[in-house]
């Protein structure tokens, strides 16, 4: 078994593969892998930064995997090389079921050649369980092995969508989860409250509330990415659902009252997996519980289309574990193959590597009182 | 939150079996499955190990299952293990899908607490491409995470079985192959040759062949786990077919000429997954390629009860790789739990460590030529002892 290497630089090349990226993404059911999303991203966010440098592995001129790399010279740490987007949760480079191994040996062989010569490679927001990381470096075609590091990993709930139907997943959760969710519909319903999925008539106003409502709710909470991407994150959004939303790979759920929307959640599909991204609502409606309404909605829509899996997105917050029964993790890894540079690479890289095992030792050395103190600590700070 | 406890013999371990059962086969893993787990428990078991099972249930439900052992080893040892590595690897724990990390914060909760202290858990042939590894680190209980250390990782070759059917498998193939296995198929009719699955009538003489002909083929050629076990290894092949074979689950296929055996192999399965555990042939017999026209005849039988997935097992061997069309690797490392021990623990890993090490700066510096120069110098070596 050997792959046949395309290396992609060129914006129109990459565009000419996204059929088959999609396909590729579909078969992985990794729903933000995605060339809707992934150079929907790239194009409006960060062009001018990251250049593209996207592998495409073929075998009998079948695209079997696709590592969408980029050369990006903000992230001095990292040697420059990341995927494509990494500011996404859940990337990953996608190969078909049992490929990855061999794929991953296959881009080693080329990351080597790149120019310019990879100083590192990051990979941010893995799934944890990914073979890629470990097989690069396994498989990196040098005299010495190169320097490996998983520094950070974050818990990402899921919600396993094995039964026949909502219905049987409802029975299956305990009598008080489903009253509480039967209650909280029936109160949001007689408060006149309603919910829909964005259609492309409505795409642009929803990315809005979503934008708004997000915001709303971080005032005074901290950093987000959504509220720090700003217009051209509304923008990307709302290209990739210009793109995405018909097929069912970009779903923006609604909650209204009185024709005033009170809360907007994204999620992505691909392949029976469902991803949620990201969402906002408004305080006010605080008693509708407006977050945990909307994830009803969506689990109930992915058995209607036949769906497998929900996966909550990065963050154990109480409102996604009271619906989850698994978790499935996210990990950020470093890796610095040898060669001239290594030394100033890890000199550069190990401060940061470090400062993140040492905030996980600590929350797991402190009590969790303590932990919430300094971490308030650091939000005014 | 799931709640784990020990087991710690094993006649409780087998009251069980069909939840165990269900979970081995939603992991496609026939080689944790309750059968192989308590054959392995009769016949295999080093002398002196007792079983520290942990059982993870959620309410009523079985959500995971770790079956290790524990057995006493120089300089008082503790090391925790998966049973079974002397007949297969892809050894993990088993946990409902998704469910892997908290099965896994319930399992470290549970070793803490278990008597004797793990001094380390050792992973032989556990899959890389999995949560395994890192949820156990991740979600060990205290303040201090236990070291990590991978020693090794081999090639673990699979066939995805997405066609419809044999037939569309095999037109998906190049037309070398085809021709070949067609071939050879002709050829082996021709001389009379005959292709069967062990019954329950046949089950002990198939077995006993199984293990001659695969110590002859491993004479001269240095170590083999199988051969080591003597007829151990037959006497678990029983067991394991009594258990399994009334349910399409276990076959020992066996090619004959003239009433002769020359070529016997052992497939087991769980779920949507079939195993090839190992085999043996008749060198005399070479030219008619047996180990390739088994195997195909596995793969056959395989399409035919809705197989998902063909684990071809450890190792990377030429004939594997005309099957495959895919690899799943193992990794051989260690998890040293903090405690007492733990320096005393770290120190021992030291060797292992830099033996991997060196074993893989040797790889990467040699030729191919010459590392397969080593490691037959090195099997012959241990075969000797």
């Known amino acids: 078994m050997s792959l046949d290497v395309e290396l992609l630089v060129e914006p129109s090349e990459l565009e000419a593969l996204a059929p088959e990226w999609h396909a590729l993404a579909t078969a992985c059911a990794e729903p933000l892998g995605a060339p809707a999303w992934v150079l929907t991203m790239w194009r409006l966010l960060d062009r001018e930064i990251q250049e593209p440098r996207v592998v495409a592995m073929r075998e009998g001129g079948r695209l079997v995997a696709l590592a969408p790399l980029c050369f990006d010279p903000r992230n001095p740490q990292h040697g420059g090389y990341r995927l494509l987007s990494g500011e996404m949760p859940r990337t990953t480079p996608l190969a078909l079921p049992g490929r990855a191994w061999e794929a991953a040996g296959t881009l080693a062989g080329v990351m080597a050649e790149l120019d310019p010569r990879p100083g590192a490679m990051a990979f941010e927001s893995i799934p944890a369980g990914s073979p890629w990381p470990l097989a690069l470096a396994e498989q990196w075609p040098a005299r010495m092995r190169p320097w490996l590091r998983r520094y950070f990993t974050m818990s990402s709930p899921t919600v396993a969508l094995t039964q026949d139907s909502f219905e049987d997943w409802l029975g299956s959760k305990s009598s008080n989860f489903r009253s509480q969710m039967r209650r909280m519909r029936r109160k949001f319903g007689q408060a006149g409250g309603s919910g829909r999925f964005s259609t492309q008539a409505t795409l642009h106003d929803d990315i809005a509330a979503l934008v708004r409502l997000h915001a709303g709710r971080w005032e005074g909470r901290g950093e987000s990415s959504i509220v720090s991407g700003g217009a051209e994150l509304a923008e990307a959004f709302e290209t990739v659902g210009q793109l995405a939303l018909d097929d069912g790979g970009f779903r923006l759920r609604m909650l209204e009252l009185d024709g005033e929307p009170i809360s907007a959640q994204l999620f992505a599909a691909a392949g029976g997996d469902v991803i949620y991204y990201n969402g906002g609502w408004d305080e006010r409606h605080a008693q509708y519980k407006p977050a945990m309404l909307g994830i009803l909605d969506a689990i109930e829509d992915a058995f209607a289309r036949g769906e497998r899996r929900m996966d909550l997105g990065p963050g154990a917050q109480p409102y996604k574990l009271r619906f989850a029964d698994g978790t499935d993790p996210l990990s950020w890894w470093v890796m610095v193959p040898p060669g001239r540079r290594m030394p100033a690479t890890l000199a550069r890289t190990l401060p940061m590597t470090t400062w993140r095992e040492l905030r996980t030792a600590a929350k797991r050395a402190l009590p969790p009182e303590r932990v919430e103190r300094l971490r308030a600590l650091r939000s005014r700070l | ?385």
Not at chain 2, 26 to 33: D, V
Not at chain 2, 119 to 132: C, K, M, S, T, Y
Not at chain 2, 316 to 329: E, N
């Open chain 2, 1 to 385: 939150m799931p709640e784990a406890a020990l087991v710690t013999d094993v006649e409780s371990l087998a009251g069980l079996a069909p939840g165990w059962d269900a979970l081995a086969a939603a992991n496609g893993l026939p080689q944790l499955s309750p059968a192989w787990v308590l054959a392995w428990w009769q016949h295999i078991a080093p002398q002196g190990a007792t079983s520290r099972a942990v059982v993870v249930r959620d309410g009523e439900q079985l959500v995971g299952l770790a079956p290790f052992y524990v057995e006493p080893a120089g300089g008082g040892r503790r090391d925790y293990r998966l049973p079974g590595i002397e007949i297969a690897a892809r050894l993990a724990p088993l946990a409902v899908p998704g469910r892997e990390w908290d099965v896994a914060e319930a399992i470290g909760a549970a070793l803490c607490e278990a008597d004797p202290h793990p001094d380390a858990l050792r992973f032989e042939g556990i899959p890389v491409e999995g949560q395994w590894l890192t949820a156990l680190r991740d979600s060990w209980p205290g303040a201090l995470r236990p070291p990590l250390r991978l020693m090794n990782v081999d090639g673990n070759p699979l066939m995805s079985m997405k066609e419809p059917s044999f037939e569309d498998w095999l037109a998906g193939r190049s037309s070398n192959f085809r021709q070949q296995m067609r071939r050879l198929r002709r050829r082996f009719a021709d001389a009379g040759g005959v292709s069967r699955v062990a019954s329950r009538e046949t089950l002990a003489g198939d077995a006993a062949t199984l293990t001659r002909l695969h110590a002859q083929r491993w004479e001269d050629r240095g170590h083999s786990n199988l051969v080591d076990l003597g007829e151990r290894f037959g006497a678990f092949v029983v067991a394991l077919g009594e258990q399994l074979l009334d349910d399409d689950r276990f076959a020992l296929r066996i090619l004959e000429l003239d009433g002769e055996p020359i070529c016997a192999q052992l497939f087991v399965r769980a779920g949507g997954t079939t195993l090839f555990v190992n085999g043996g042939w008749d060198e005399r017999h070479a030219a008619l390629k047996p180990s390739l026209l088994c195997l195909l005849d596995a793969v056959e039988e395989a399409f035919g009860l809705g197989v998902e997935r063909f684990d071809l097992g450890v190792g990377v061997q030429s004939y594997k790789l005309r099957f495959a069309d895919g690899s799943a690797p193992l990794g051989w490392g260690v998890l040293i739990p903090p405690g007492a021990r733990f320096p005393l623990t770290a120190a021992r890993t030291v060797p292992a460590l830099a033996q991997a090490r060196l074993r893989d700066g040797a790889r990467r510096l040699l030729s191919e030529q010459q590392v397969e120069r080593l490691r037959t110098a090195r099997q012959r070596l241990r075969g000797a002892r």
